[in-house]
Structures are given as structure tokens and as C-alpha cells.
């Protein structure tokens, strides 16, 4: 038999979990009296009814103010299947399925109270989690549906991507913090990224040094077809790495600019995906003339270890 709990995976109590006991109903909200206490700024006091029966587990928005999401669409009630998103204030829930019985909601409330305040005797960010748990795509469209406003900030081990939002609207996005890249082809290359970090900053005073208008369902429909166009270029794994071949037998004046450009940037990085980081040219572009420099023998791969 199937039993069930929402497990935190970001915000201000990511790593707690809650049970759901069997034909039970959960009021959630930010009033110290409810089943689920949220307490925070955008949860109103009563928030979202859960209700499990039959093996089946519903939400239901109580009116809320901020609205509550499944799968980045706001909702007045939907079912839940194992492992949809919940988006309510800065958290975001998964539904998750055990073969063990829901301990007592009392546990799990109080439980939440000790994830939060440890969180905040470690300073952690409030809305932080990892995308290899909550992907980008997902966490964007949560983001636009909500009318997120302040900074995503993507950490891998490599680059640092940052998400710039106005109620939901993307409106800037770098890598690196450099202005060498198009903030479009930032964007691209973020949601792209499968492993790593992320956390929410408020939005930064002053005004942008450059500025776009970019929905979030563009961004990831635009992202999913350079991504694809480019899986249609055989390469080699991104994290491969990379040289210069030696002796280099081919020639150079064979080239044409845009290979010579990625050859270029290829000299200066050691990682495959790092030269799609830095090099000004769309990811296209870059796949079809890194095909060149490898089948020509112009660069050398080696597999990731």
C-alpha cells in the first residue's frame, strides 16, 4: 500500500519533510493553529487544503493571496501524482510515495520547526536548493507562473549563472558576470545546466547595464530547440576535455572565421562546455565548427573522468 509525505526540496524548510496520513486532510498556512505552519510573508494564514483518500492526494488553494502552483501552473485544485512540485511562498514541495505508514502530522509539523531553525542558525539562504533535485526548467516556470521578482543565481562547479526576474519576466541573465556573452545566449546556456546549485537573491538597486524582455516559457522553448539542434552535432560529452592537438598537421588557413574564433576561445579553455561558456558565437554555430576541429584533427578530446 502506498503511503505519502511532501518533502521540502527548497525554501525555508528544504530538507523536512512532511507525512500524510492516510484519508487525512492538512490545512496549510502561516497560522500557528494549522496542521502544515508555513510561516512566512507570501503564505496566507490559511493557504492550501490537502486532502489524501483512496490512495489519492488533491490540493486545493484556499484563496491565498500569492496563489498555489503544481508543475508551475497556478491552481485552484488539482490532483498530485508521486514526485509533482508544489509551489506555495518560497517553498517547493515534492510529493514523494513510501512503503512505510505517515508517523503522526504533529511529528512532521514539528519537525518542520527544526529544519527552519537550524537553517537559520547556519544563515542559509531562504529559497536555495539544487538542480539536480529541482531542474531549471521547472524551477522557471514555477518562477514565471508565481511572478517571481530578484535574482537566480546558478552555481556549478565551474560557472556561476545569474537569472535576473521582474514579476516573472526575465529581463537579464550572465555567466560569469561577463559582458562577452549575449544575456539571450546566458539564458540558453543556463537552463541547460543539469548539475550544481541555486539560491534567490533580492532584486539589485540601480538600474541593469543592459536589459531584456524575455518571457520564461520563450526562454525554455528557444533553450529546448538550440538544445536539440545541437544534440543532432555529434560531440563529445560537454565535461570532456580539450587541447590543442601536437604536432598540429593540419592546416590553420583551412579554417573558416567562425572555426578559427571557436579554435581561439578552445585555446584558452580546457572543458568543451567552457568554450560554449565563453565563446560569443551562438551554441550552433559553436557545435558545427567544433565538429570540424575534432574530426579534422585540429583539437583533441578527452572523456570526463
Known sequence: MKHYAMRFISGKYQGGEFPLPDNSEIIVGRSSDLDMVLVEDMVS?????????????????????????????????????????????????????????????????????????????NQVRSMSGAIDEVPLPDLLQLFGSSRKTGVLVVKTDTDIGKVYLEKGVIVLATINDSDLLAPEKCMHRIITWRHGTFYMEPAEEGALPSRIEMSCEGALMEAMRIFDEVNRVELPPMLSRIALSRPLVAKLRDLSSDQLDVLQVGLHQTQLEAVFNNCPLDDITIAKCFAVLINDGYLKITPPT
Request: aromatic fraction near 2%; charged fraction near 25%; charge should be positive.
Open 45 to 121: 494564514r490559511r493557504h492550501a487544503k490537502i486532502v489524501v483518500s483512496d490512495e489519492q492526494v488533491s490540493i486545493q488553494d484556499l484563496g491565498s493571496t500569492n496563489g498555489t502552483f503544481v508543475n508551475g501552473e497556478r491552481i485552484k485544485r488539482a490532483n498530485l501524482n508521486d514526485g509533482d512540485r508544489v509551489l506555495i511562498g518560497t517553498s517547493i514541495i515534492k510529493l514523494v510515495t513510501s512503503d512505510v505508514a505517515a508517523a503522526a502530522p504533529a511529528a512532521g509539523a514539528k519537525k518542520l520547526q527544526e529544519v527552519a531553525a537550524h537553517r537559520r542558525t
